[in-house]
């Protein structure tokens, strides 16, 4: 109880100080604008009783500030509204006391000088307070306190809610109900909570109603230095070796966790080592070479230890070490070196494609890089070409070969000079690339002839005699140089143009050397000679003949047939070319000549080198010409040859569009057609004439033909009368020969022949004293009269196939076949009828004395021709009417 009495007198004594020792006034009232602007002096705070230390001044309000002198000023525009505006002001001596001031804002005129300022309900506790991080307690702590406005006319109790009462971290601060005494209860973490807001509330003890409004209340956590600042990001760089002084190598950089802006949080960085290369700006982290003498044969890399530290480097700071790697890049600082000052090798003559040496070389730069990878290169020595070096990509060697062979009789040693560079430029160096001398060394072997030169070239003109001697290809022995006992030989030719002499080399021609000919490439012709010694040892070498042009040929037309189109009444041209296989001064330019046969018809324009223009000169129809052209070369030789020319109209551009029959068959053509249509007009109507003619009806007893009913009866024909021998009725080879005979002694013979083939077939007829032949399919004809033959005509003969034929052909042969049936029609009709088919009778009705006649169109079997000697009524009826026909002019 003692305890409790004891704190509450210390609270007491306390809070009567708090009031008591105030060095500023409580209150400031002022009359402002509605409108405040930037730069306003509102009032001044008297600080005259605070002492000579140094003063904190702040405004709880951001639109204001306080100068040191406590002047209250606007900083941001504001407007006052017409209950006024209130803020307070925060006085914070050197030891950490504070006082306050309330401030209140009227607009002008409206709170007299006397009036008296009624605190806001908001108003009713001090302002923001802070607590230090880390506190050791004891706990709980007492912090502040907060009382109500409403405490002096009612009695109230406090309550707190929000972060660190009700919310995590719950339970960081109470409350003393009764009085308002704000407590902590354990240690905070700045860099966790840096601030608190909760919300305190007045209730009416007895009521239990809020007596103000809820205040927020804000409790800031001073910050204590106790993070250490931490390096973050990469710290692997890289930079070139032997770069300049001051080279950026890269960057550091590093963060600390205290709060911003403060000493707590200002660092600096140091380098613990490597400071002889390296640098690193203390501020930005920046690390730079110090030299300019980096090597990075020397060291590939350099690890260096960087500490960062706060309170701006100060001993009492806290600090971290890191550590940064920086690589060297390389550069090509150093040529290939070779590890011998002379290089040797030995090689047989004759060899080719042989590695002869290996030559090593030293390179310090980066393996596997262009700084490194050595190119070799022969520099004297090699001017025959006869040596090639390359690079070993394993070993980085030089690679020495023989390419061509050498020669002992020639030369017995070798000297090379080798050059070995990189792929890379030297860049940093003062050095150049090194070059070695080598010796190759020629062993002697027993060689083949040789050719007094490899390729002999030889020019020869064309078409030469057989057997001439166009020149002589020998070889010699190496070691004796001498050409005794070789024997040459043709080793390869394209043909069989020229002879080789084996005894003497001599070269000569076997056949003619054309220079036109598929085996002559650019004007060459190329053999291989062999040469044997007595040793079997052999050499070979090309001979090359150059092959001279002579005016052997003729320039002659490319193309031959030409199709010249008409183009809407205007003449078209044809483009002729000519080609001469003779070369310059042999061929072009071309003389172009129109021949003298229809050289009035065309003519020749635009000429060139090697081609002309041919053209109409007059309107020319169509069909086919033959145009005759003189073509010589520059030299005058040349001959005339024939172009054909089909002039016609096209569909399109040398495309003959399908002609018609009057452009085809031209003039005569078209009357031959006329006249073939004007004969077929006259036998159409002969044709009808000869349809519409009837044969007259006889009245015959019925005593003549019993049973007839009167009419003639359709029949067929009869067969030959007395005139006719019966050797013309039996023809060999025919078929069958059938009579038949009636009562009353009528005669009717039909013999049907079918020729070997069995392809045509004929009829005789035999009427009074005449037969008629009738041959249909074969297209023959024969009459024979009483008196001998009348006519024949022969048709078979003469037919042809019409699908084979074009349709001029046609009209021509309809045109003979007309011509020759027409002289046909042309004879009396009296001894004939009037066309040339079977033509059957229709029925006339009844009462023929003579009976039917149809029945002569089944004839019996072959019977003896006495029956002519007694002809009965049905051969006189039948007589009877032909003869009246006849008379009559019938058709």
């Known amino acids: 109880m003692f305890r409790v009495s004891v704190f509450c007198h210390v609270l007491f004594l306390s809070l009567m100080c708090y009031c008591g020792e105030s060095c500023v006034q409580k209150h400031i009232q002022a009359q402002v604008p509605e409108m ?26 951001p639109a204001f500030t306080v100068q040191m002198d406590g002047t209250i000023q606007v900083v941001l525009i504001t407007t006052v509204p017409g209950d006024g505006k209130t803020f307070w002001i925060t006085v914070q001596n050197s030891k950490g006391h504070r006082w306050f001031v309330d401030v209140s804002l009227s607009p002008t005129g409206q709170v007299s000088n006397n009036a008296v300022l009624k605190r806001s309900k908001r108003r009713w506790s001090p302002p923001p307070f802070s ?50 005494l704000l407590k902590v209860h354990s240690t905070i973490d700045r860099e966790q909570y840096p601030k608190f807001v909760f919300t305190a509330y007045a209730y009416n003890t007895y009521t239990k109603q809020e007596t103000d409004a809820p205040l927020p209340v804000t409790v800031l956590i001073e910050d204590e230095n106790d993070n250490p600042p931490q390096f973050s990001g990469p710290m692997d760089f890289a930079v070139q070796e032997q770069c300049p002084m001051g080279t ?78 920086v690589s060297l890049n390389d550069i090509n600082d150093n040529p290939p070196t070779f590890t011998q000052a002379v290089y040797k090798g030995q090689v047989t003559e004759n060899k080719a494609d042989v590695l002869v040496l290996r030559i090593p070389v030293n390179d310090k730069d980066l393996k596997n890089t262009p700084n490194w990878k050595a190119v070799y290169e022969i520099t004297k020595g090699n001017e025959s070409g006869n040596f090639l070096i390359k690079t070993d990509p394993a ?18 040693i070798v000297n090379l000079e080798v050059m070995a560079r990189n792929e890379a430029p030297l860049v940093g160096s003062s050095s150049t690339w090194q070059k070695v001398p080598v010796e190759i060394n020629v062993d002697n072997v027993d060689e083949g002839p040789e050719f007094s030169v490899p390729i002999l070239q030889l020019k020869v003109k064309e078409n030469v005699p057989n057997g001439t001697l166009i020149g002589t290809y020998t070889a010699t022995d190496p070691e004796t140089k001498s050409s005794k006992d070789i024997k040459y030989y043709k080793l390869t030719e394209r043909d069989t143009w020229i002879n080789v002499i084996d005894s003497t080399g001599e070269l000569k021609t076997a ?55 008409n183009k809407d009444g205007r003449r078209g041209s044809i483009l002729i070319e000519a080609k001469d296989l003779d070369q310059k001064p042999y061929s072009a ?18 000429a060139t080198d090697t081609s002309v223009m041919l053209e109409p000169a007059v309107d020319l129809p169509n069909g086919m010409y033959q145009v005759p052209i003189q073509v010589k070369d520059l030299q005058d030789f040349g001959e005339e040859q024939t172009v054909s020319v089909r002039v016609c109209d096209c569909t399109m551009e040398g495309v003959c569009a399908p002609q018609r029959f009057s452009t085809t068959l031209g003039v005569w053509g078209v009357l031959a057609m006329l006249l073939g249509l004007l004969l077929l007009l006259l036998l159409c109507l002969l044709c009808i004439l000869a349809c519409s003619t009837k044969g007259e009806k006889l009245a015959l007893t019925d005593d ?118 027409l002289v046909y029609f042309r004879e009396d009709a009296d001894a004939r009828f009037a066309d040339d088919i079977l033509r059957p009778y229709g029925y006339e009705g009844m009462g023929s004395p003579a009976g039917s006649v149809g029945c002569c169109s089944t004839l019996g079997e072959q019977e003896s021709l006495d029956f002519l000697d007694s002809l009965g009524p049905k051969f006189k009826t039948l007589a009877d009417v032909c003869t009246s026909k006849s008379q009559r002019g019938g058709h």
């Not at 600080?47 to 001044?57: N, Y």
């Open 36 to 61: 405040l602007e930037p730069g306003y002096v509102v009032s001044q705070v008297n600080l005259d009783g605070c002492g000579v230390g140094p003063l904190g001044l702040t405004s709880s309000d």
């Open 395 to 412: 070993t980085n060697e030089g690679l020495l070969y023989v390419t061509k062979p050498l020669d002992y009789e020639k030369q017995q």
């Open 589 to 606: 330019p071309f003389n172009f000549k129109l021949g003298s046969v229809n050289a009035e018809q065309w003519r020749l324009k635009s």
């Open 131 to 180: 607590i230090r991080e880390n506190d050791r307690g004891p706990f709980p702590k007492e912090m502040e306190m907060i009382a109500s406005d409403s405490s002096a006319n009612y009695s109230v109790y406090y309550v707190i809610k929000g972060p660190g009462v009700t919310d995590n971290p719950v339970g960081l601060f109470s409350v003393v109900a009764q009085n308002g």
């Open 248 to 325: 950026v190598v890269g960057q550091v950089n590093a963060s600390d966790k205290d709060e911003p802006n403060t000493l707590h949080t200002k660092i600096k960085y140091t380098l613990l080592n490597g400071t002889n290369l390296f640098r690193i700006d203390p501020y930005s982290g920046v690390i730079s070479a110090s030299t300019n003498t980096l090597d990075r044969e020397t060291a590939e890399k350099y690890i260096l230890a960087v500490q960062c530290r706060d309170m701006d480097g100060a001993s009492n700071g806290l600090f971290s070490t890191g550590k940064a790697v």
């Open 704 to 821: 003549d033909v019993p049973g007839s009913g009167g009419m003639l009866l359709k029949s067929n024909f009869e067969a030959p009368g007395e005139e006719v021998k019966e050797a013309l009725l039996m023809m060999p080879g025919s078929g069958a020969d059938i009579v038949d005979s009636y009562k009353g002694g009528a005669l009717l013979d039909q013999q049907t022949m079918l020729s070997s083939s069995g392809a045509n077939f004929g009829q005789k007829q035999t009427f009074g004293g005449s037969m008629y032949h009738n041959n249909m399919q074969g297209f023959m004809n024969t009459n024979t009269l009483s008196s001998g033959q009348y006519n024949t005509g022969i048709y078979g003969n003469s037919y042809k196939k019409y699908s084979t034929m074009s349709t001029m052909d046609g009209w021509r042969e309809n045109g003979l076949q007309l011509d020759k049936k």
């Open 511 to 565: 056949m003619t050397i054309d220079r036109e000919s598929p085996l002559v490439y650019n004007n060459t012709y190329n053999i291989t000679v062999k040469a044997v010694d007595k040793s079997q040892k052999t050499g070979t070498g090309t001979v090359l003949i150059l092959i001279e042009d002579v005016n052997d040929n003729m320039p002659i037309i490319n193309k031959s047939d030409h199709v010249l189109c």
